[in-house]
């Protein structure tokens, strides 16, 4: 089963890039914003080194196959005539497509290449490679996870109080909900 925090972004992407306005030609305000300037290619170099520690590649070499087949997805609820056409074409598809994945690791190596400077991500290196960071990108995910589902169960008690609260105030003026 893929977690939740792995299909959510993707669907989420793969949805607004189908049926929102990027299709239609619209661009973001934010993209009109001129680029910052390119990190050097030891910063690169240095980045994609932190990425390979940390095994991020791991993360999102399904990402492409993702997108496909939430794409997939979309356009089948859409157009039910074409559902046998759809799932047919969807395998060369994410095929052609595949090579495109790179484009998130050069991107994920640029945001970091632009965070740290190049000493910064020189200490990133040798602590990733130390057994303390070792320690860490092998027990990060477990931390993550855990705190997600910690902060999900919270949220839902919360939630709860919230209502309750609302209840209250609202029983006050004589209003049940």
Same mark, same amino acid.
């Given at each position: 089963?893929?977690?939740v925090l792995?299909?959510?972004?993707v669907?989420?992407?793969a $949805?607004? $890039? =189908?049926f929102g306005g990027?299709?239609?030609?619209?661009?973001?305000a +934010?993209a /009109?914003?001129?680029a910052?300037?390119k990190?050097?290619p030891? +910063?690169?170099? $240095?980045a994609k080194e932190?990425?390979?520690l940390?095994k991020?590649?791991a993360?999102?070499?399904?990402?492409?196959p993702?997108?496909?087949? =939430?794409?997939r997805?979309? $356009?089948i609820s859409q157009?039910?005539p %074409? &559902?046998?056409?759809?799932?047919?074409?969807?395998?060369?598809?994410a &095929? /052609?497509?595949?090579?495109?994945? /790179?484009?998130?690791?050069d991107?994920i190596?640029?945001?970091y290449?632009?965070?740290?400077?190049e &000493?910064e991500?020189?200490d990133l290196?040798?602590?990733?490679?130390?057994p303390?960071? /070792?320690? %860490?990108i092998t027990?990060e995910?477990? =931390?993550?996870r855990a705190?997600?589902?910690?902060?999900?169960?919270?949220?839902q008690?919360?939630t709860?109080?919230?209502?309750s609260?609302f209840r209250?105030?609202?029983?006050?003026?004589?209003?049940d909900?």
């Open positions: 089963m893929k977690s792995k299909v959510l972004p669907a989420a992407l $949805l607004g $890039l =189908v990027l299709v239609f030609g619209t661009v973001p +934010a /009109q914003q001129p910052p300037p990190p050097s030891a +910063a690169m170099a $240095l932190i990425m390979d940390k991020i590649n993360i999102w070499s399904e990402y492409v993702e997108i496909v087949g =939430v794409v997805n979309g $356009l157009h039910m %074409l &559902q046998k056409d759809v799932n047919e074409v969807a395998p060369a598809v &095929q /052609q497509l595949a090579a495109r994945g /790179q484009e998130v690791r991107g190596a640029e945001i290449a632009s965070a740290f400077t &000493q991500l020189k290196v040798v602590f990733y490679k130390s303390l960071g /070792q320690k %860490l027990t995910p477990n =931390v993550v705190s997600i589902d910690f902060r999900n169960a919270w949220g008690k919360f709860d109080t919230v209502v609260g209250a105030e609202l029983k006050k003026r004589g209003k909900l």
